[in-house]
């Protein structure tokens, strides 16, 4: 995370990173209480070191499981029973600055390992053009 405090004093601007990839190019002003409270939400599901989920094999396989869920809205059955379980750990979830991001955090023991995709969208947030 990289916090512009300078531009405005009734917004958090905060551009989000996830592996070197900037998720939230589109829109970056984050109502200060909203991302606090979400980032002790997401804080307090990691802090103590837990076990992989159920189905959990590596980051994308897991990823991959999980966006199935997204996609099963005609109820196609598409959906696995892990798929359901990964879904469990989306991250990112923080309002409208990170709605083009699909995002999720897998712990593993001590370590939490985080998968993304950028969805189609966004548009120009302080002078930086979106990306897929």
Do not use: I
């Not at 989000?16 to 409270?37: C, E, R, Y």
Request: aromatic content about 12%; proline content about 7%.
């Amino acid at each position: 995370m990289e916090f512009h405090v300078e531009h405005d004093p009734e917004l958090l601007c905060v551009d989000v990173f996830v592996g070197g990839l900037h998720v939230n190019t589109w829109d970056n002003a984050f109502l200060p209480p909203l991302l606090a409270k979400k980032l002790k939400d997401e804080l307090s599901r990691f802090r103590p070191p837990t076990a992989p989920p159920a189905g959990f094999v590596s980051p994308l396989e897991a990823f991959h499981l999980a966006e199935d869920c997204m996609f099963d809205d005609a109820g196609t059955g598409a959906a696995s029973e892990a798929g359901l379980e990964l879904w469990k750990y989306q991250f990112l979830d923080w309002g409208e600055c990170t709605d083009e991001v699909l995002a999720f955090a897998f712990p593993d023991g001590d370590r939490v390992h985080l998968a993304c995709r950028v969805r189609d969208g966004g548009g120009v947030a302080w002078g930086t053009e979106a990306r897929r």
